[in-house]
C-alpha cells in the first residue's frame, strides 16, 4: 500500500534525523529500518538497509558440489615466459617471486586449479584473483581461466557474485565442493571488490590467441550472461536514489571495496553513494561493449556503451570535485554530504577507466605526485598521509594507512590506461627496492619509511600474491614484452635506470603465445625484438615499442624519466627522434608522430 510507505518515509526522515543528532541511537535505528524513501518517482524497498546486516532474506552463503560445477574449457598452456638480467639483484627477487606464485596454486575441484592470494590466504577474493588470473594468462592460461570460472559459477540467481569462494580441499587433495560467501555471517555485506569483469575478457583473448576455436565463443557467451546478471543486481540493489545522486551506486561500509579495517568512514552515516561501485558499474557495461562486440553483437555494444556513458556522467556529476580534483564518496540520507576524506580509492577508479582524462590528469599532478599526500618515500598509501583519517604504523591488512601490495597491481593498468608511462616506472622501481631490501613480498609497507621493512605481521610477511605479481608485472612494463589484450598489441619495453647514470643492465625477455615465440633482447645501447627468431625491430634503450601480433612496429611511447633521442629500425628503414616521457607516436612515412602527450613531474 503506497499510502501507508508514504506515511512510513515521514516516520523514517525523523528518525533520520535523530540519529544525526543521537550517533549512538543508531545501531538500533537502522536496525527497525526496512525501506529508503524517495521523494522522486515513489518509496521504493532496498535490500540491506541495516549495515551491520546488508543481506536479509538473501543467502550469506551458498554450497556448490563439484558435480554441479560445469564444464572446464579446454585450453592450450603453450603459453609461457623467461627473464633473464645481469642485474643479479633483481634476477633474484624475481625467481623468487615466480617460484612464489607457482605455490600459490591450489586446486580447488578435480580440473580446477586456481591461483589464491598467499601469505595465509588460502581462498579466492573477488578483488584479487580474477586479475591475478588476468595477469596470469602470460604463464599459465588453464589456472587464469579457473580464476574467473570459480566466480562465474558461484554467482547468486539474483547475480550477486560472492566476495569469497572457499574449497573443502585439504592439503594436496583436490575440494568436492566450492563455498560461494557473500555477507559476514553475523550480517553485512562481503563484496570485497569488483575486480572480475575486464580481466575475465582479457583471459577470453589469451585463449583465442593460442586455441582459435568455438570453445572460447562458448566462454563469451557464458560470460555474458554472468556480467548481465551482475549489471542487474547493481540496479537492483544498488542504484542511488533518485535526485543529485542519480545514476551511481551505493555500499554500506568499506568491505565493499575491500577496505579492511578501514577508517574512512568513520564519523559518516550510511549507505554512501561510492566512487568503487559506480566504477563498477562502468567497468562492468564496459567489458560487456568488448563481448558483445567479440560475440558480433553490434546493437548489444552500443547499448552497453551508452549504459557505460551514462554512468561515467553520473559518477562525474555527483562524485568528482572540480575545486579539490579528486572523487569523494557521498552520504545517500543526508542529502548529500561528502565523506571528507582522500583515499586512494582514485587510483581503483583509474584503473576501471571511469575518469576522463582531464580528471586523470589533475588527480595525478595535484595528488597523487604530491609528497604530502601519496607520493611519500613509499608512495602510494591507502588514505593521503596529510589526511586525519590516515593512520600509520597499524598491523597487518589494514587500508588505513599502510601502502597496499594489492594498490601496486592495481597501479600498473590505472596508470597505462591514462598514458602515465613514466609514473609506472618509477614504482617499479621502488617496488624492486623494497623488496630488494627485505627480501620478501608482504601484503603491504609503510608508507613513511621507505627501508624495505613491510608493515606486515610475523608469519606473513612472503608470497603475497598482489605483491608478486607486482614485481613480475612491473619488470615486464620496464624490461620485457606484455600482450595487451585490450587493442591486442605487444608491448616491448626496456627502460633506462630512474636514478644516476648507470648503464641498463643486459637483459633478455622471452613471452610464447601459441605458435609465436617473442623474445627481446637488451645489450648495450640498443634492444631488439623477434618473432620466432626472425628480427621485428631494433631500437635505442630506454622506451616502448609497440608490434602487432605479426610483429609489425606502430609505436613508440616515452616510459623513461627524462627524453631519449632514439634510432628505431625496422624493416630496412630507420627513423630517429626523441622520445619525451609519457608520451606516445605512432611510426608514419619513416617518422614518429605524436598521438598523445601526458604530463610528467622529473622529480621523484
Not at 560467501?181 to 575486464?198: A, D, H, K, R, V
Not at 617499479?428 to 630488494?436: D, E, Q
Request: charged share 15%.
Amino acid at each position: 500500500n503506497v499510502d501507508v510507505v508514504q506515511n512510513a518515509c515521514k516516520l523514517v526522515k525523523q528518525l533520520l534525523s535523530f540519529v544525526h543528532t543521537e550517533p549512538s541511537g543508531t545501531m538500533m535505528l537502522f536496525g527497525l529500518l526496512s525501506v529508503v524513501c524517495f521523494t522522486s518517482g515513489g518509496p521504493r524497498l532496498i535490500r540491506g538497509t541495516n549495515p551491520f546486516d546488508s543481506c536479509p532474506n538473501q543467502s550469506h552463503t551458498l554450497l556448490y558440489p563439484a558435480a554441479g560445477f560445469g564444464k572446464i574449457y579446454p585450453t592450450s598452456n603453450e603459453v609461457g615466459v623467461h627473464f633473464s638480467t645481469t642485474d643479479a639483484t633483481l634476477q633474484s627477487i624475481y625467481d623468487h617471486a615466480v617460484e612464489c606464485e607457482v605455490s600459490n596454486v591450489k586446486e580447488f575441484l578435480p580440473g580446477l586449479a586456481n591461483v589464491v592470494e598467499g601469505a595465509g590466504y588460502g581462498n579466492v577474493w573477488l578483488e584479487t584473483q580474477p586479475m591475478a588470473g588476468g595477469m596470469w594468462a602470460v604463464r599459465n592460461i588453464t589456472q587464469a581461466l579457473a580464476n574467473q570460472l570459480v566466480f562465474m559459477r558461484t554467482q547468486r540467481s539474483d547475480g550477486r557474485l560472492p566476495g569469497m569462494v572457499t574449497t573443502d580441499a585439504k592439503g594436496n587433495q583436490s575440494g568436492t565442493a566450492l563455498t560461494g560467501e557473500y555477507c559476514f555471517p553475523t550480517g553485512g555485506s562481503l563484496l570485497q571488490g569488483q575486480y572480475f569483469s575486464q580481466p575475465s575478457v582479457d583471459v577470453a583473448w589469451f585463449m583465442n590467441v593460442t586455441r582459435p576455436d568455438a570453445e572460447v565463443m562458448s566462454y563469451l557467451s557464458e560470460l555474458a550472461g554472468v556480467l548481465e546478471r551482475f549489471n542487474d543486481w547493481l540496479s537492483t540493489d544498488r542504484s542511488s536514489p533518485p535526485g543529485s545522486l542519480a545514476g551511481t551506486f551505493f555500499l554500506w561500509n568499506s568491505a565493499d571495496w575491500g577496505g579492511d579495517n578501514s577508517d574512512v568512514y568513520n564519523g559518516y552515516q550510511p549507505p554512501f553513494a561510492s566512487m568503487d561501485m559506480t566504477a563498477y558499474a562502468f567497468s562492468n557495461a564496459e567489458a560487456l561493449v568488448r563481448v558483445t562486440t567479440l560475440l558480433g553483437n553490434a546493437s548489444g555494444a552500443a547499448h552497453w556503451r551508452s549504459v557505460a556513458e551514462d554512468t561515467a556522467a553520473a559518477f562525474k556529476r555527483s562524485l568528482w570535485s572540480q575545486d579539490r580534483s579528486a572523487s569523494f564518496d557521498v552520504e545517500v540520507v543526508s542529502g548529500g554530504k561528502t565523506v571528507n576524506v582522500l583515499t586512494h580509492n582514485n587510483l581503483r577508479c583509474m584503473w576501471h577507466g571511469i575518469f576522463d582524462q582531464s580528471m586523470a590528469e589533475e588527480f595525478v599532478a595535484k595528488h597523487l605526485r604530491n609528497p604530502n599526500e601519496f607520493w611519500t618515500p613509499f608512495p602510494l598509501p591507502s588514505i593521503a598521509v596529510n589526511d586525519p583519517h590516515y593512520a600509520p604504523g597499524l598491523p597487518r591488512n589494514n587500508w588505513s594507512g599502510p601502502a597496499e601490495g594489492l594498490t601496486y597491481q592495481r597501479a600498473v593498468r590505472a596508470l597505462e590506461n591514462y598514458g602515465f608511462h613514466a609514473e609506472i616506472t618509477l614504482l617499479g622501481a621502488t617496488l624492486v627496492g623494497a623488496v630488494s631490501g627485505s627480501g620478501t613480498f608482504p601484503q603491504q609497507w609503510n608508507p613513511k619509511e621507505y627501508n624495505g621493512t613491510p608493515a606486515g605481521a610475523a608469519g606473513h610477511g612472503d608470497c603475497y600474491g598482489p605483491a608478486l605479481l607486482s614485481l613480475l608485472e612491473y619488470t615486464a612494463y620496464t624490461h620485457g614484452i606484455k600482450p595487451r589484450p585490450a587493442d591486442g598489441r605487444l608491448l616491448w619495453s626496456d627502460a633506462l635506470p630512474v636514478v644516476g647514470t648507470t648503464a641498463p643492465h643486459a637483459t633478455n625477455y622471452t613471452q610464447v603465445l601459441g605458435a609465436n615465440t617473442w623474445t627481446l633482447v637488451g645489450s648495450g645501447s640498443t634492444f631488439s625484438g623477434s618473432r620466432n627468431g626472425k628480427l621485428a625491430f631494433s631500437c635505442t634503450r630506454g622506451v616502448r615499442v609497440l608490434t602487432t601480433l605479426t610483429g609489425e612496429v606502430v609505436g613508440v611511447v616515452g616510459i623513461s624519466v627524462t627524453p631519449v633521442p632514439v634510432t628505431l629500425k625496422s624493416k630496412g628503414q630507420q627513423i630517429q627522434g626523441t622520445v619525451n616521457p609519457n608520451s606516445e607516436y605512432s611510426v608514419s612515412e619513416n617518422r614518429l608522430v605524436v598521438t598523445r602527450v601526458v604530463p610528467f613531474k622529473p622529480s621523484r
